[in-house]
C-alpha cells in the first residue's frame, strides 16, 4: 500500500488534515535538506514535498524561484534528488512527493525517472505543468509502478474539469487556492471554503489545499474543512532567513510544529 | 491539418501549462475559431492591415542585390515597410481585436529586444487598452530607445529581475502575470510559441505574408517562387511566409537560424540545428538546455533570435523534412547588412540579415532562372547603433 494512502488513512481516523511541507532539494545544499526532511518529520509533518529545481519555473512566485536558483547554482540535479531518497529512506518512512516541471523529468527520460523514483520509494509525483491531457504517456509508466501522480485543480477549473482531474489524480487531489503563482498572502480568496466543497462534491480522495497558505491562523482556519494543507513557500522564508547559521534546522522545525499545533487545535 | 485538436504538430506542441490556465487557453481557443469563420473579424482586420499597418507591403525584385549575387532572382518581401518596422504588428492587430472581442482590457506581452513590444503598446494605445510589457533587466539595459518608445506609447514596461533577465524569463513573467490577472487580462505572445492555440493562432496571423507573396509573385512573373528564405528566431516571420506555400512540396523553405559566434561555441540561438527535444514556455519543441534538462541561454547579437526555444511547427516541419535549417552567424550577418544597405538602400533588421546572409552563399550554386524570396522580415533602424559599435564607428 502505497505511504500516502496509509497517511491518510490514519488522518482521517484522527480528524486531522495532514501537514505538507515543501521543500526544495538541494536548497541551500543536499546536507541541509537531508537534515531538514528528518526534522520536520519529527516536528509534525505527515507527507514531504520534495521541490526538483527548474530554471523555468512558471508557476512558482519569488520566493520559490530563489529557492530553485540556489539550489540550481549548487549543482542539484535528478541524479543528486535519488540518492537523496534514497539516503532518508534509510531513516524515514514518511511519504515523499516530487515536484518539479516537466522538462527536467522529460530530459532525463520518462522511464527511467518512474522506474528509479519508485524503486527507492519516492511515493508520489507533482508536475505543475502536465495538466492530464498531456499526462497520458508519463500515467502509463507511472501507474503501473504504483508511482502516484498526483494533479492540480485550480479556482478557474470548470466543473467538468475538475470531474475529469479528481477521477485522474491518485494519493490526492492539490487543490490551488489562489488565481495565481506560489508564494505568500496576507489573505486567503474568500471562496476558498466553497471552491473546496464543490471539489469535494465529485470526489472521496483526499483534497489538499496548498498556495499561498502561511500562517499558523490560517492553517487553522482551513482544518476543518481540507484533507491535508501544503505550505512552501512560508517554509522556504523561514530558511531564506537562516541561510548560513546553525539555526537553520531548528528554526524550520519550530515553523513546522507551531502549524501542527494549529492543525491539531 | 495541423495542429490537431489538442493543438499537437506531430509529436510538438500541446499545452504544457499549470492548470490555472487550462480553462483560459480553452476560452481563447474557441473566440479564435469563431473570430476566425466571422466576416465582421476579417472585415476589421483587413481594415487595420491596410489602413493602419500598411499592407499589403510590396514584393520588391532586388535588382542591384540580384547582379551583386550573380546567381538567382531575388526578391524581398517588405515587411520592414510596416508600421513600427517590422511583421511584429501583424500579430499583435490580431490578437488585440481578439482580446477586444473577448472583452479583455488589460494587455499584456513580453519583449526580448522590444519590436514585439513596441507593436504591442501600439495596437493597445490605438484600441484603448491597459498594456504592460515585460522586459528582462538585460535587455532593458542594451535597448533603452525601444523602453522609451513603449512609454511614449502609454504601455507601463515592468523589469523582470528572474533567471537570467532576458526574454526567456520575460515570457515566464508574463505566463505568471496571466496565471494571476487571467479573468480579465490577454496576453499576446510574440511568436509562434507558447501553448496551443498560440502557435497556430499566431501563424494564421502572420500568414498573411505568404498569403500575399503568393499573389504578388503570380502577378510578376506568373509562376510561384523556387526557394523562400526566411530567419528564425520564434520562427513567426518565416512561419508566416512558410505556411501558405507549405503543399507545394517543389518549393524549397529554408530557416535561417543565428549561430552567433558560432556552433561550437556556446554562444549562439541554433535552437533547430544544435537543440534537442523539451517542453519550455508551454509546448514541446526543440530547446536549448543542458544535460540536466535546465534551460541555456541563447546568444545571438541580433536581439529577435536571441531565444533558447523555437515554434512547434517548425520543429514538425524539422521532423518531417519539410523545411530546411541552416545558420548564419554574427559576422557574416553583420556583412550581409552592409550588403543590403549598400547594394539596394535598404537598411535591414539584423535579423532579417541573417537570411540575407544565407542567400549569399548559396548564391553562387543557383541559376539566373531560380527565383528566391528572402522575407525581409524588419528594417535595421534599431540596430545602427550597435552596427556601428561592432564596426568600430564612433557616433
Known amino acids: 500500500m502505497n505511504r500516502i494512502d496509509v497517511v491518510f488513512r490514519q488522518l482521517t481516523k484522527k480528524g486531522i488534515p495532514a501537514l505538507i511541507p515543501f521543500v526544495t532539494a538541494g536548497d541551500p545544499d543536499m546536507e541541509t535538506t537531508y537534515g531538514l526532511v528528518l526534522e520536520i518529520g519529527r516536528r509534525g509533518a505527515d507527507i514531504i514535498e520534495l521541490g526538483m529545481p527548474f530554471s523555468d519555473p512558471l508557476a512558482d512566485g519569488p520566493t520559490i524561484q530563489a529557492a530553485s536558483q540556489r539550489a540550481l547554482k549548487q549543482g542539484v540535479n535528478l541524479e543528486g534528488i535519488f540518492s537523496l531518497v534514497e539516503k532518508l529512506r534509510c531513516k524515514t518512512q514518511i511519504p515523499l512527493v516530487l515536484m518539479g516541471y516537466y522538462n527536467p523529468i522529460y530530459h532525463f527520460g520518462l522511464e527511467r525517472f518512474g522506474v528509479q523514483a519508485a524503486k527507492l520509494g519516492v511515493d508520489g509525483v507533482i508536475i505543475p505543468d502536465l495538466p492530464p491531457e498531456e499526462a497520458t504517456l508519463w500515467k502509463r509508466i507511472a501507474d503501473p509502478l504504483g508511482l502516484y501522480t498526483i494533479f492540480l485543480v485550480a479556482p478557474t477549473s470548470p466543473p467538468d474539469r475538475i470531474e475529469k482531474i479528481v477521477k485522474l489524480s491518485h494519493g490526492f487531489i492539490y487543490y490551488v487556492s489562489v488565481t495565481g503563482v506560489t508564494g505568500t498572502r496576507k489573505q486567503l480568496p474568500s471562496d476558498l471554503i466553497a471552491c473546496l466543497k464543490l471539489v469535494k462534491k465529485y470526489t472521496n480522495k483526499p483534497v489538499a489545499v496548498g498556495f499561498g497558505v502561511s500562517t499558523p491562523d490560517q492553517v487553522r482556519f482551513l482544518a476543518p474543512h481540507v484533507d491535508g494543507i501544503v505550505v512552501g513557500s512560508a517554509l522556504i522564508k523561514v530558511i531564506e532567513r537562516h541561510i548560513g547559521d546553525d539555526k537553520l534546522i531548528p528554526a524550520v522545525g519550530d515553523f513546522i510544529f507551531s502549524l501542527k499545533q494549529a492543525i491539531i487545535d | ?395
Open chain 2, 1 to 395: 491539418m495541423l495542429p490537431d485538436k489538442r493543438g499537437h504538430f506531430g509529436l510538438f506542441g500541446g499545452k504544457f501549462v499549470p492548470e490555472t490556465l487550462m480553462s483560459a487557453l480553452k476560452e481563447l481557443e474557441e473566440a479564435y475559431r469563431f473570430c476566425k469563420k466571422d466576416p465582421q473579424f476579417k472585415k476589421e482586420l483587413n481594415y487595420y492591415r491596410r489602413e493602419y499597418a500598411g499592407r499589403p507591403t510590396p514584393l520588391y525584385f532586388a535588382e542591384e542585390l540580384t547582379k551583386d549575387l550573380k546567381g538567382p532572382k531575388v526578391y524581398l518581401k517588405r515587411e520592414d515597410l510596416c508600421h513600427t518596422g517590422a511583421h511584429k504588428i501583424n500579430n499583435t492587430l490580431g490578437q488585440a481585436l481578439l482580446a477586444k472581442r473577448m472583452r479583455k482590457e488589460r494587455i499584456i506581452a513580453e519583449t526580448g529586444a522590444g519590436q514585439h513590444g513596441v507593436a504591442t503598446a501600439t495596437v493597445a494605445t490605438m484600441f484603448g487598452m491597459q498594456c504592460d510589457i515585460y522586459m528582462g533587466t538585460e535587455d532593458i539595459k542594451r535597448q533603452s530607445l525601444n523602453v522609451f518608445r513603449m512609454k511614449l506609447l502609454g504601455a507601463r514596461v515592468i523589469p523582470v529581475h528572474s533567471g537570467s533577465c532576458t526574454l526567456k524569463d520575460a515570457i515566464n513573467e508574463a505566463i505568471r502575470d496571466w496565471v494571476t490577472n487571467v479573468r480579465n487580462t490577454h496576453y499576446i505572445i510574440g511568436s509562434v510559441v507558447g501553448p496551443h492555440p498560440y502557435p497556430a493562432m499566431v501563424r494564421d496571423f502572420q500568414s498573411v505574408i505568404g498569403i500575399e507573396t503568393k499573389r504578388q509573385i503570380l502577378k510578376k512573373e506568373g509562376r510561384l517562387p523556387d526557394i523562400l528564405v526566411a530567419c528564425v528566431g520564434g520562427g513567426s516571420n518565416s512561419l508566416g511566409m512558410f505556411y501558405p506555400f507549405f503543399k507545394y512540396r517543389d518549393i524549397k523553405m529554408i530557416g535561417v537560424e543565428a549561430a552567433g559566434l558560432g556552433l561550437h561555441t556556446h554562444k549562439h540561438a541554433a535552437t533547430l540545428a544544435k537543440g534537442s527535444v523539451g517542453i519550455l514556455h508551454g509546448s514541446l519543441s526543440y530547446l536549448l538546455q543542458d544535460e540536466d534538462g535546465q534551460v541555456l541561454e541563447a546568444h545571438s547579437f541580433a536581439p529577435g533570435l536571441d531565444y533558447p526555444g523555437v515554434g512547434p511547427e517548425h520543429s514538425y516541419y524539422k521532423k518531417i523534412r519539410r523545411a530546411e535549417y541552416v545558420t548564419v552567424t554574427d559576422e557574416e550577418a553583420l556583412s550581409a547588412f552592409q550588403l543590403l544597405s549598400q547594394t539596394e538602400g535598404i537598411i535591414p533588421a539584423l535579423e532579417s540579415a541573417h537570411a540575407i546572409a544565407y542567400v549569399q552563399k548559396i548564391a553562387p550554386n543557383l541559376g539566373k532562372d531560380t527565383i528566391l524570396i528572402i522575407n525581409l522580415s524588419g528594417r535595421g533602424d534599431k540596430d545602427v547603433d550597435a552596427v556601428a559599435e561592432r564596426l568600430g564607428v564612433q557616433l
